[in-house]
């Protein structure tokens, strides 16, 4: 089925408020007379229908006079191109006439290796291979730019024959086997009232937390116990960073505070931890172990121990096969809102390519916002903040139907700015109907079929690269510094810098569990690895480079669909721009 017949109908059903299911999209494009089709269908379908179904195509197409090979002999002819129209094409799309239609197999999932990965659906969408471990990682820069360890490869895709089309059938993503859950939503939860006595009992959770899982490692004290104890004695202490100076002699006199007290650790410039000093950020809990000065009022410190994801961490995996897109930062109503790649990514999902994503999600910053930034209406193209969520619902419906949509806000999204950011409010609810996306906080863990994502905005990223040395975390290897938050077990530890904390009972932006993937946005790099056996992604933008990014040179990563493969951890990077 020709892409432009998919885009146009899917548009159509839009604009008429409908989202569709792929299969409704392929019956209609596959019927003798689509246009025909599309006009009974729209008919027949309640006005309150959110979705149209492939049942109501087949409805309307048991009605009209018989089908079958007619419609089968219009697939076999070749497609109806020349009547339909464009929409959208994808950046780069090449005349369906040019592509054999010799229908290789499915292009196969990463299996790992940096294999080459086909693109499919006539654009010029480029397959990224995905990379494994640590150490080998792809980040943005690889995923666009370098061809050393990218290798590109044309796919019949949209192409293929229509025998294949139709033995492949009609691309539906069955719903019976899905199954999602969400953990650590604080939706409707916030207890906070920005009082004194909530920063001490979420710090005080965040400190049980985090301490528990060092207590394995350390036979550690409270600090008033160090205090009293003789000179000259070993000790542990787990603590939250409290401050970090250094010496007039070099070395880094690391204050940690327990529930008890505080306490001085000196890491000597000279010992391999010092380098570690460089990684902390204030307000992470550790733990040390060292020697205790002749006084007990210093502890000399000889190991350092982060929360951390052990490295036996074995992740979950599908039952079977079965892909989810991580994207974020859409940034719809803003002036660099990449429309066309957006309508591309959409459109591509229609195909067989995409058969097996049935999962999107959204890690924040959906629309673009107001106010967010100095000058930031300078740049809007949709200055009303509704109507930006309006038409980021828009673009949503454009996606097909049959996708499950789970998303989290961002700093640029309605909601308040400190963390944990609840999910949508009703209002906005309200707006945002297409799908009916499963709306969770910002962070939230989302299981799925077994494999789970911990979904966080990222905002304390970019805290991570500025504050930890090049090789910890870089703009250009997003996922590195996303390393660093899977290590310190909080998605947000630094309180007072960039990111903005709400005080409530429990502090929901600890990593309790490990999860199985990491998503992040927020920076607009394209970045993933697997830490520990975690896979990190972040995930890019759907928005061009901002002015501020060009004052300060940050090329963003727009128009990138990371997807993941769920029974392998495997990823595939689709680039729409
Ligand atoms: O942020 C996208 C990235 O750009 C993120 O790394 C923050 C940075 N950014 C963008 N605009 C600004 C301004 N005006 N000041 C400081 N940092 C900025 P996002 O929040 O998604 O727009
Ligand atoms: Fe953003
Ligand atoms: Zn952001």
Same mark, same amino acid.
């Given at each position: 089925?020709? #892409?432009?017949?998919?885009?146009?109908?899917?548009?159509?059903?839009?604009?008429?408020?409908?989202?569709?299911?792929?299969?409704?999209?392929?019956?209609?494009?596959?019927?003798?007379?689509?246009?025909?089709?599309?006009?009974?269908?729209?008919?027949?379908?309640?006005?309150?229908?959110?979705?149209?179904?492939?049942?109501?195509?087949? +409805?309307?197409?048991?009605?009209?006079? %018989?089908?079958?090979?007619?419609?089968?002999?219009?697939?076999? @002819?070749?497609?109806?191109?020349?009547?339909?129209?464009?929409?959208?094409?994808?950046?780069?799309?090449?005349?369906? @006439?040019?592509?054999?239609?010799?229908?290789?197999? *499915?292009?196969?999932?990463?299996?790992?290796?940096?294999?080459?990965?086909?693109?499919?659906?006539?654009?010029?969408?480029?397959?990224?291979?995905?990379?494994?471990?640590?150490?080998?990682?792809?980040?943005?820069?690889?995923?666009?730019?370098?061809?050393?360890?990218? #290798?590109?490869?044309?796919?019949?895709?949209?192409?293929?024959?229509?025998? #294949?089309?139709?033995?492949?059938?009609?691309?539906?993503?069955?719903?019976?086997?899905?199954?999602?859950?969400?953990? !650590?939503?604080?939706?409707?939860?916030?207890?906070? $009232?920005?009082?004194?006595?909530?920063?001490?009992?979420?710090?005080?959770?965040?400190?049980?937390?985090?301490?528990?899982?060092?207590?394995?490692?350390?036979?550690?004290?409270?600090?008033?116990?160090?205090?009293?104890?003789?000179?000259?004695?070993?000790? +542990?202490?787990?603590?939250?960073? !409290?401050?970090?100076?250094? $010496?007039?002699?070099?070395?880094?006199?690391?204050?940690?505070?327990?529930?008890?007290?505080?306490? %001085?650790?000196?890491? &000597?410039?000279?010992?391999?931890?010092?380098?570690?000093?460089?990684?902390?950020?204030?307000?992470?809990?550790?733990?040390?172990?060292?020697? /205790?000065?002749?006084?007990?009022?210093?502890?000399?410190?000889?190991? &350092?121990?982060?929360? @951390?994801?052990?490295?036996?961490?074995?992740?979950?995996?599908?039952?079977?096969?079965?892909?989810?897109?991580?994207?974020?930062?859409?940034?719809?109503?803003?002036?660099?809102?990449?429309?066309?790649?957006?309508?591309?990514?959409?459109?591509?999902?229609?195909?067989?390519?995409?058969?097996?994503?049935?999962?999107?999600?959204?890690?924040?910053?959906?629309?673009?916002?107001?106010?967010?930034?100095?000058?930031?209406?300078?740049?809007?193209?949709?200055?009303?903040?509704?109507?930006?969520?309006?038409?980021? !619902?828009?673009?949503?419906?454009?996606?097909?139907?049959?996708? @499950?949509?789970? &998303?989290?806000?961002?700093?640029?999204?309605?909601?308040? /700015?400190?963390?944990?950011?609840?999910?949508?409010?009703?209002?906005?609810?309200?707006?945002?109907? +297409?799908?009916?996306?499963?709306?969770?906080?910002? %962070?939230?863990?989302?299981?799925?079929?077994?494999?789970?994502?911990?979904?966080?905005?990222?905002?304390?990223?970019?805290?991570?690269?500025?504050?930890?040395?090049?090789?910890?975390?870089?703009?250009?290897?997003?996922?590195?510094?996303?390393?660093?938050?899977?290590?310190?077990?909080?998605?947000?530890? #630094?309180?007072?810098?960039?990111?903005?904390?709400?005080?409530?009972?429990?502090?929901?932006?600890?990593?309790?569990?490990?999860?199985?993937?990491? *998503?992040?946005?927020?920076?607009?790099? /394209?970045?993933?690895?697997?830490?520990?056996?975690?896979?990190?992604?972040?995930?890019?933008?759907?928005?061009?480079?901002?002015?501020?990014?060009?004052?300060?040179?940050?090329?963003?990563?727009?128009?990138? +669909?990371?997807?993941?493969?769920?029974?392998?951890?495997?990823?595939?990077?689709?680039?729409?721009?």
């Amino acid at each position: 089925m020709p #892409q432009e017949a998919t885009a146009r109908i899917v548009g159509e059903l839009a604009s008429r408020g409908y989202n569709a299911e792929r299969e409704a999209v392929t019956l209609i494009a596959s019927s003798e007379d689509p246009d025909a089709t599309l006009a009974a269908v729209v008919d027949a379908t309640a006005a309150d229908a959110l979705k149209v179904t492939a049942d109501d195509v087949r +409805a309307v197409q048991d009605d009209t006079a %018989p089908r079958g090979a007619s419609a089968r002999g219009r697939e076999d @002819d070749g497609q109806p191109s020349s009547t339909a129209d464009p929409g959208s094409p994808p950046p780069g799309a090449e005349s369906q @006439d040019e592509a054999p239609a010799d229908a290789d197999e *499915h292009p196969s999932v990463s299996t790992g290796e940096r294999s080459s990965q086909t693109s499919s659906t006539g654009s010029d969408s480029d397959g990224v291979s995905p990379v494994e471990t640590e150490g080998s990682v792809a980040s943005a820069g690889d995923a666009g730019t370098d061809a050393g360890t990218v #290798q590109r490869s044309r796919d019949d895709g949209a192409d293929r024959s229509a025998d #294949q089309r139709s033995r492949d059938g009609t691309a539906d993503r069955s719903t019976d086997q899905r199954s999602v859950s969400v953990e !650590n939503d604080m939706t409707g939860r916030s207890t906070g $009232t920005g009082e004194y006595s909530d920063f001490v009992s979420v710090f005080r959770d965040r400190y049980d937390k985090l301490a528990s899982k060092l207590r394995g490692r350390v036979n550690h004290r409270p600090t008033d116990a160090i205090e009293s104890m003789a000179g000259g004695s070993e000790v +542990a202490l787990v603590g939250m960073v !409290n401050d970090i100076r250094s $010496t007039a002699s070099g070395h880094w006199l690391v204050e940690l505070e327990d529930t008890k007290g505080t306490f %001085p650790c000196l890491v &000597m410039k000279d010992r391999n931890i010092a380098e570690l000093v460089d990684e902390l950020l204030y307000d992470e809990v550790i733990a040390i172990e060292g020697t /205790l000065a002749d006084d007990a009022g210093i502890v000399f410190v000889d190991s &350092m121990h982060f929360p @951390d994801v052990p490295r036996t961490h074995q992740p979950s995996y599908a039952d079977r096969h079965v892909q989810a897109a991580l994207i974020s930062d859409v940034h719809v109503g803003s002036q660099e809102f990449m429309h066309e790649e957006w309508d591309a990514f959409a459109d591509w999902l229609y195909t067989e390519e995409a058969e097996a994503i049935e999962y999107l999600l959204i890690a924040g910053d959906m629309v673009e916002g107001v106010g967010v930034y100095p000058n930031q209406d300078e740049e809007l193209d949709v200055v009303d903040i509704y109507e930006q969520y309006e038409t980021f !619902n828009e673009k949503l419906k454009q996606i097909p139907g049959d996708i @499950d949509v789970t &998303m989290i806000p961002g700093n640029h999204d309605a909601v308040r /700015l400190a963390e944990p950011q609840p999910g949508f409010d009703e209002e906005l609810r309200d707006i945002m109907t +297409a799908h009916d996306p499963r709306i969770v906080s910002n %962070p939230s863990t989302v299981t799925v079929e077994g494999v789970s994502v911990l979904m966080y905005h990222g905002v304390s990223l970019d805290e991570v690269i500025a504050e930890t040395p090049e090789h910890t975390a870089s703009y250009d290897e997003p996922h590195k510094a996303m390393y660093q938050l899977l290590k310190k077990r909080h998605v947000a530890p #630094q309180y007072g810098g960039h990111t903005r904390l709400a005080p409530e009972e429990k502090d929901y932006l600890v990593i309790e569990n490990v999860p199985d993937i990491f *998503h992040t946005g927020h920076v607009h790099k /394209l970045g993933f690895g697997k830490y520990h056996n975690v896979l990190a992604i972040n995930s890019g933008c759907w928005q061009r480079q901002t002015d501020f990014q060009k004052s300060v040179n940050i090329q963003p990563d727009a128009g990138y +669909a990371p997807v993941v493969d769920l029974d392998t951890l495997d990823v595939t990077v689709r680039k729409f721009s």
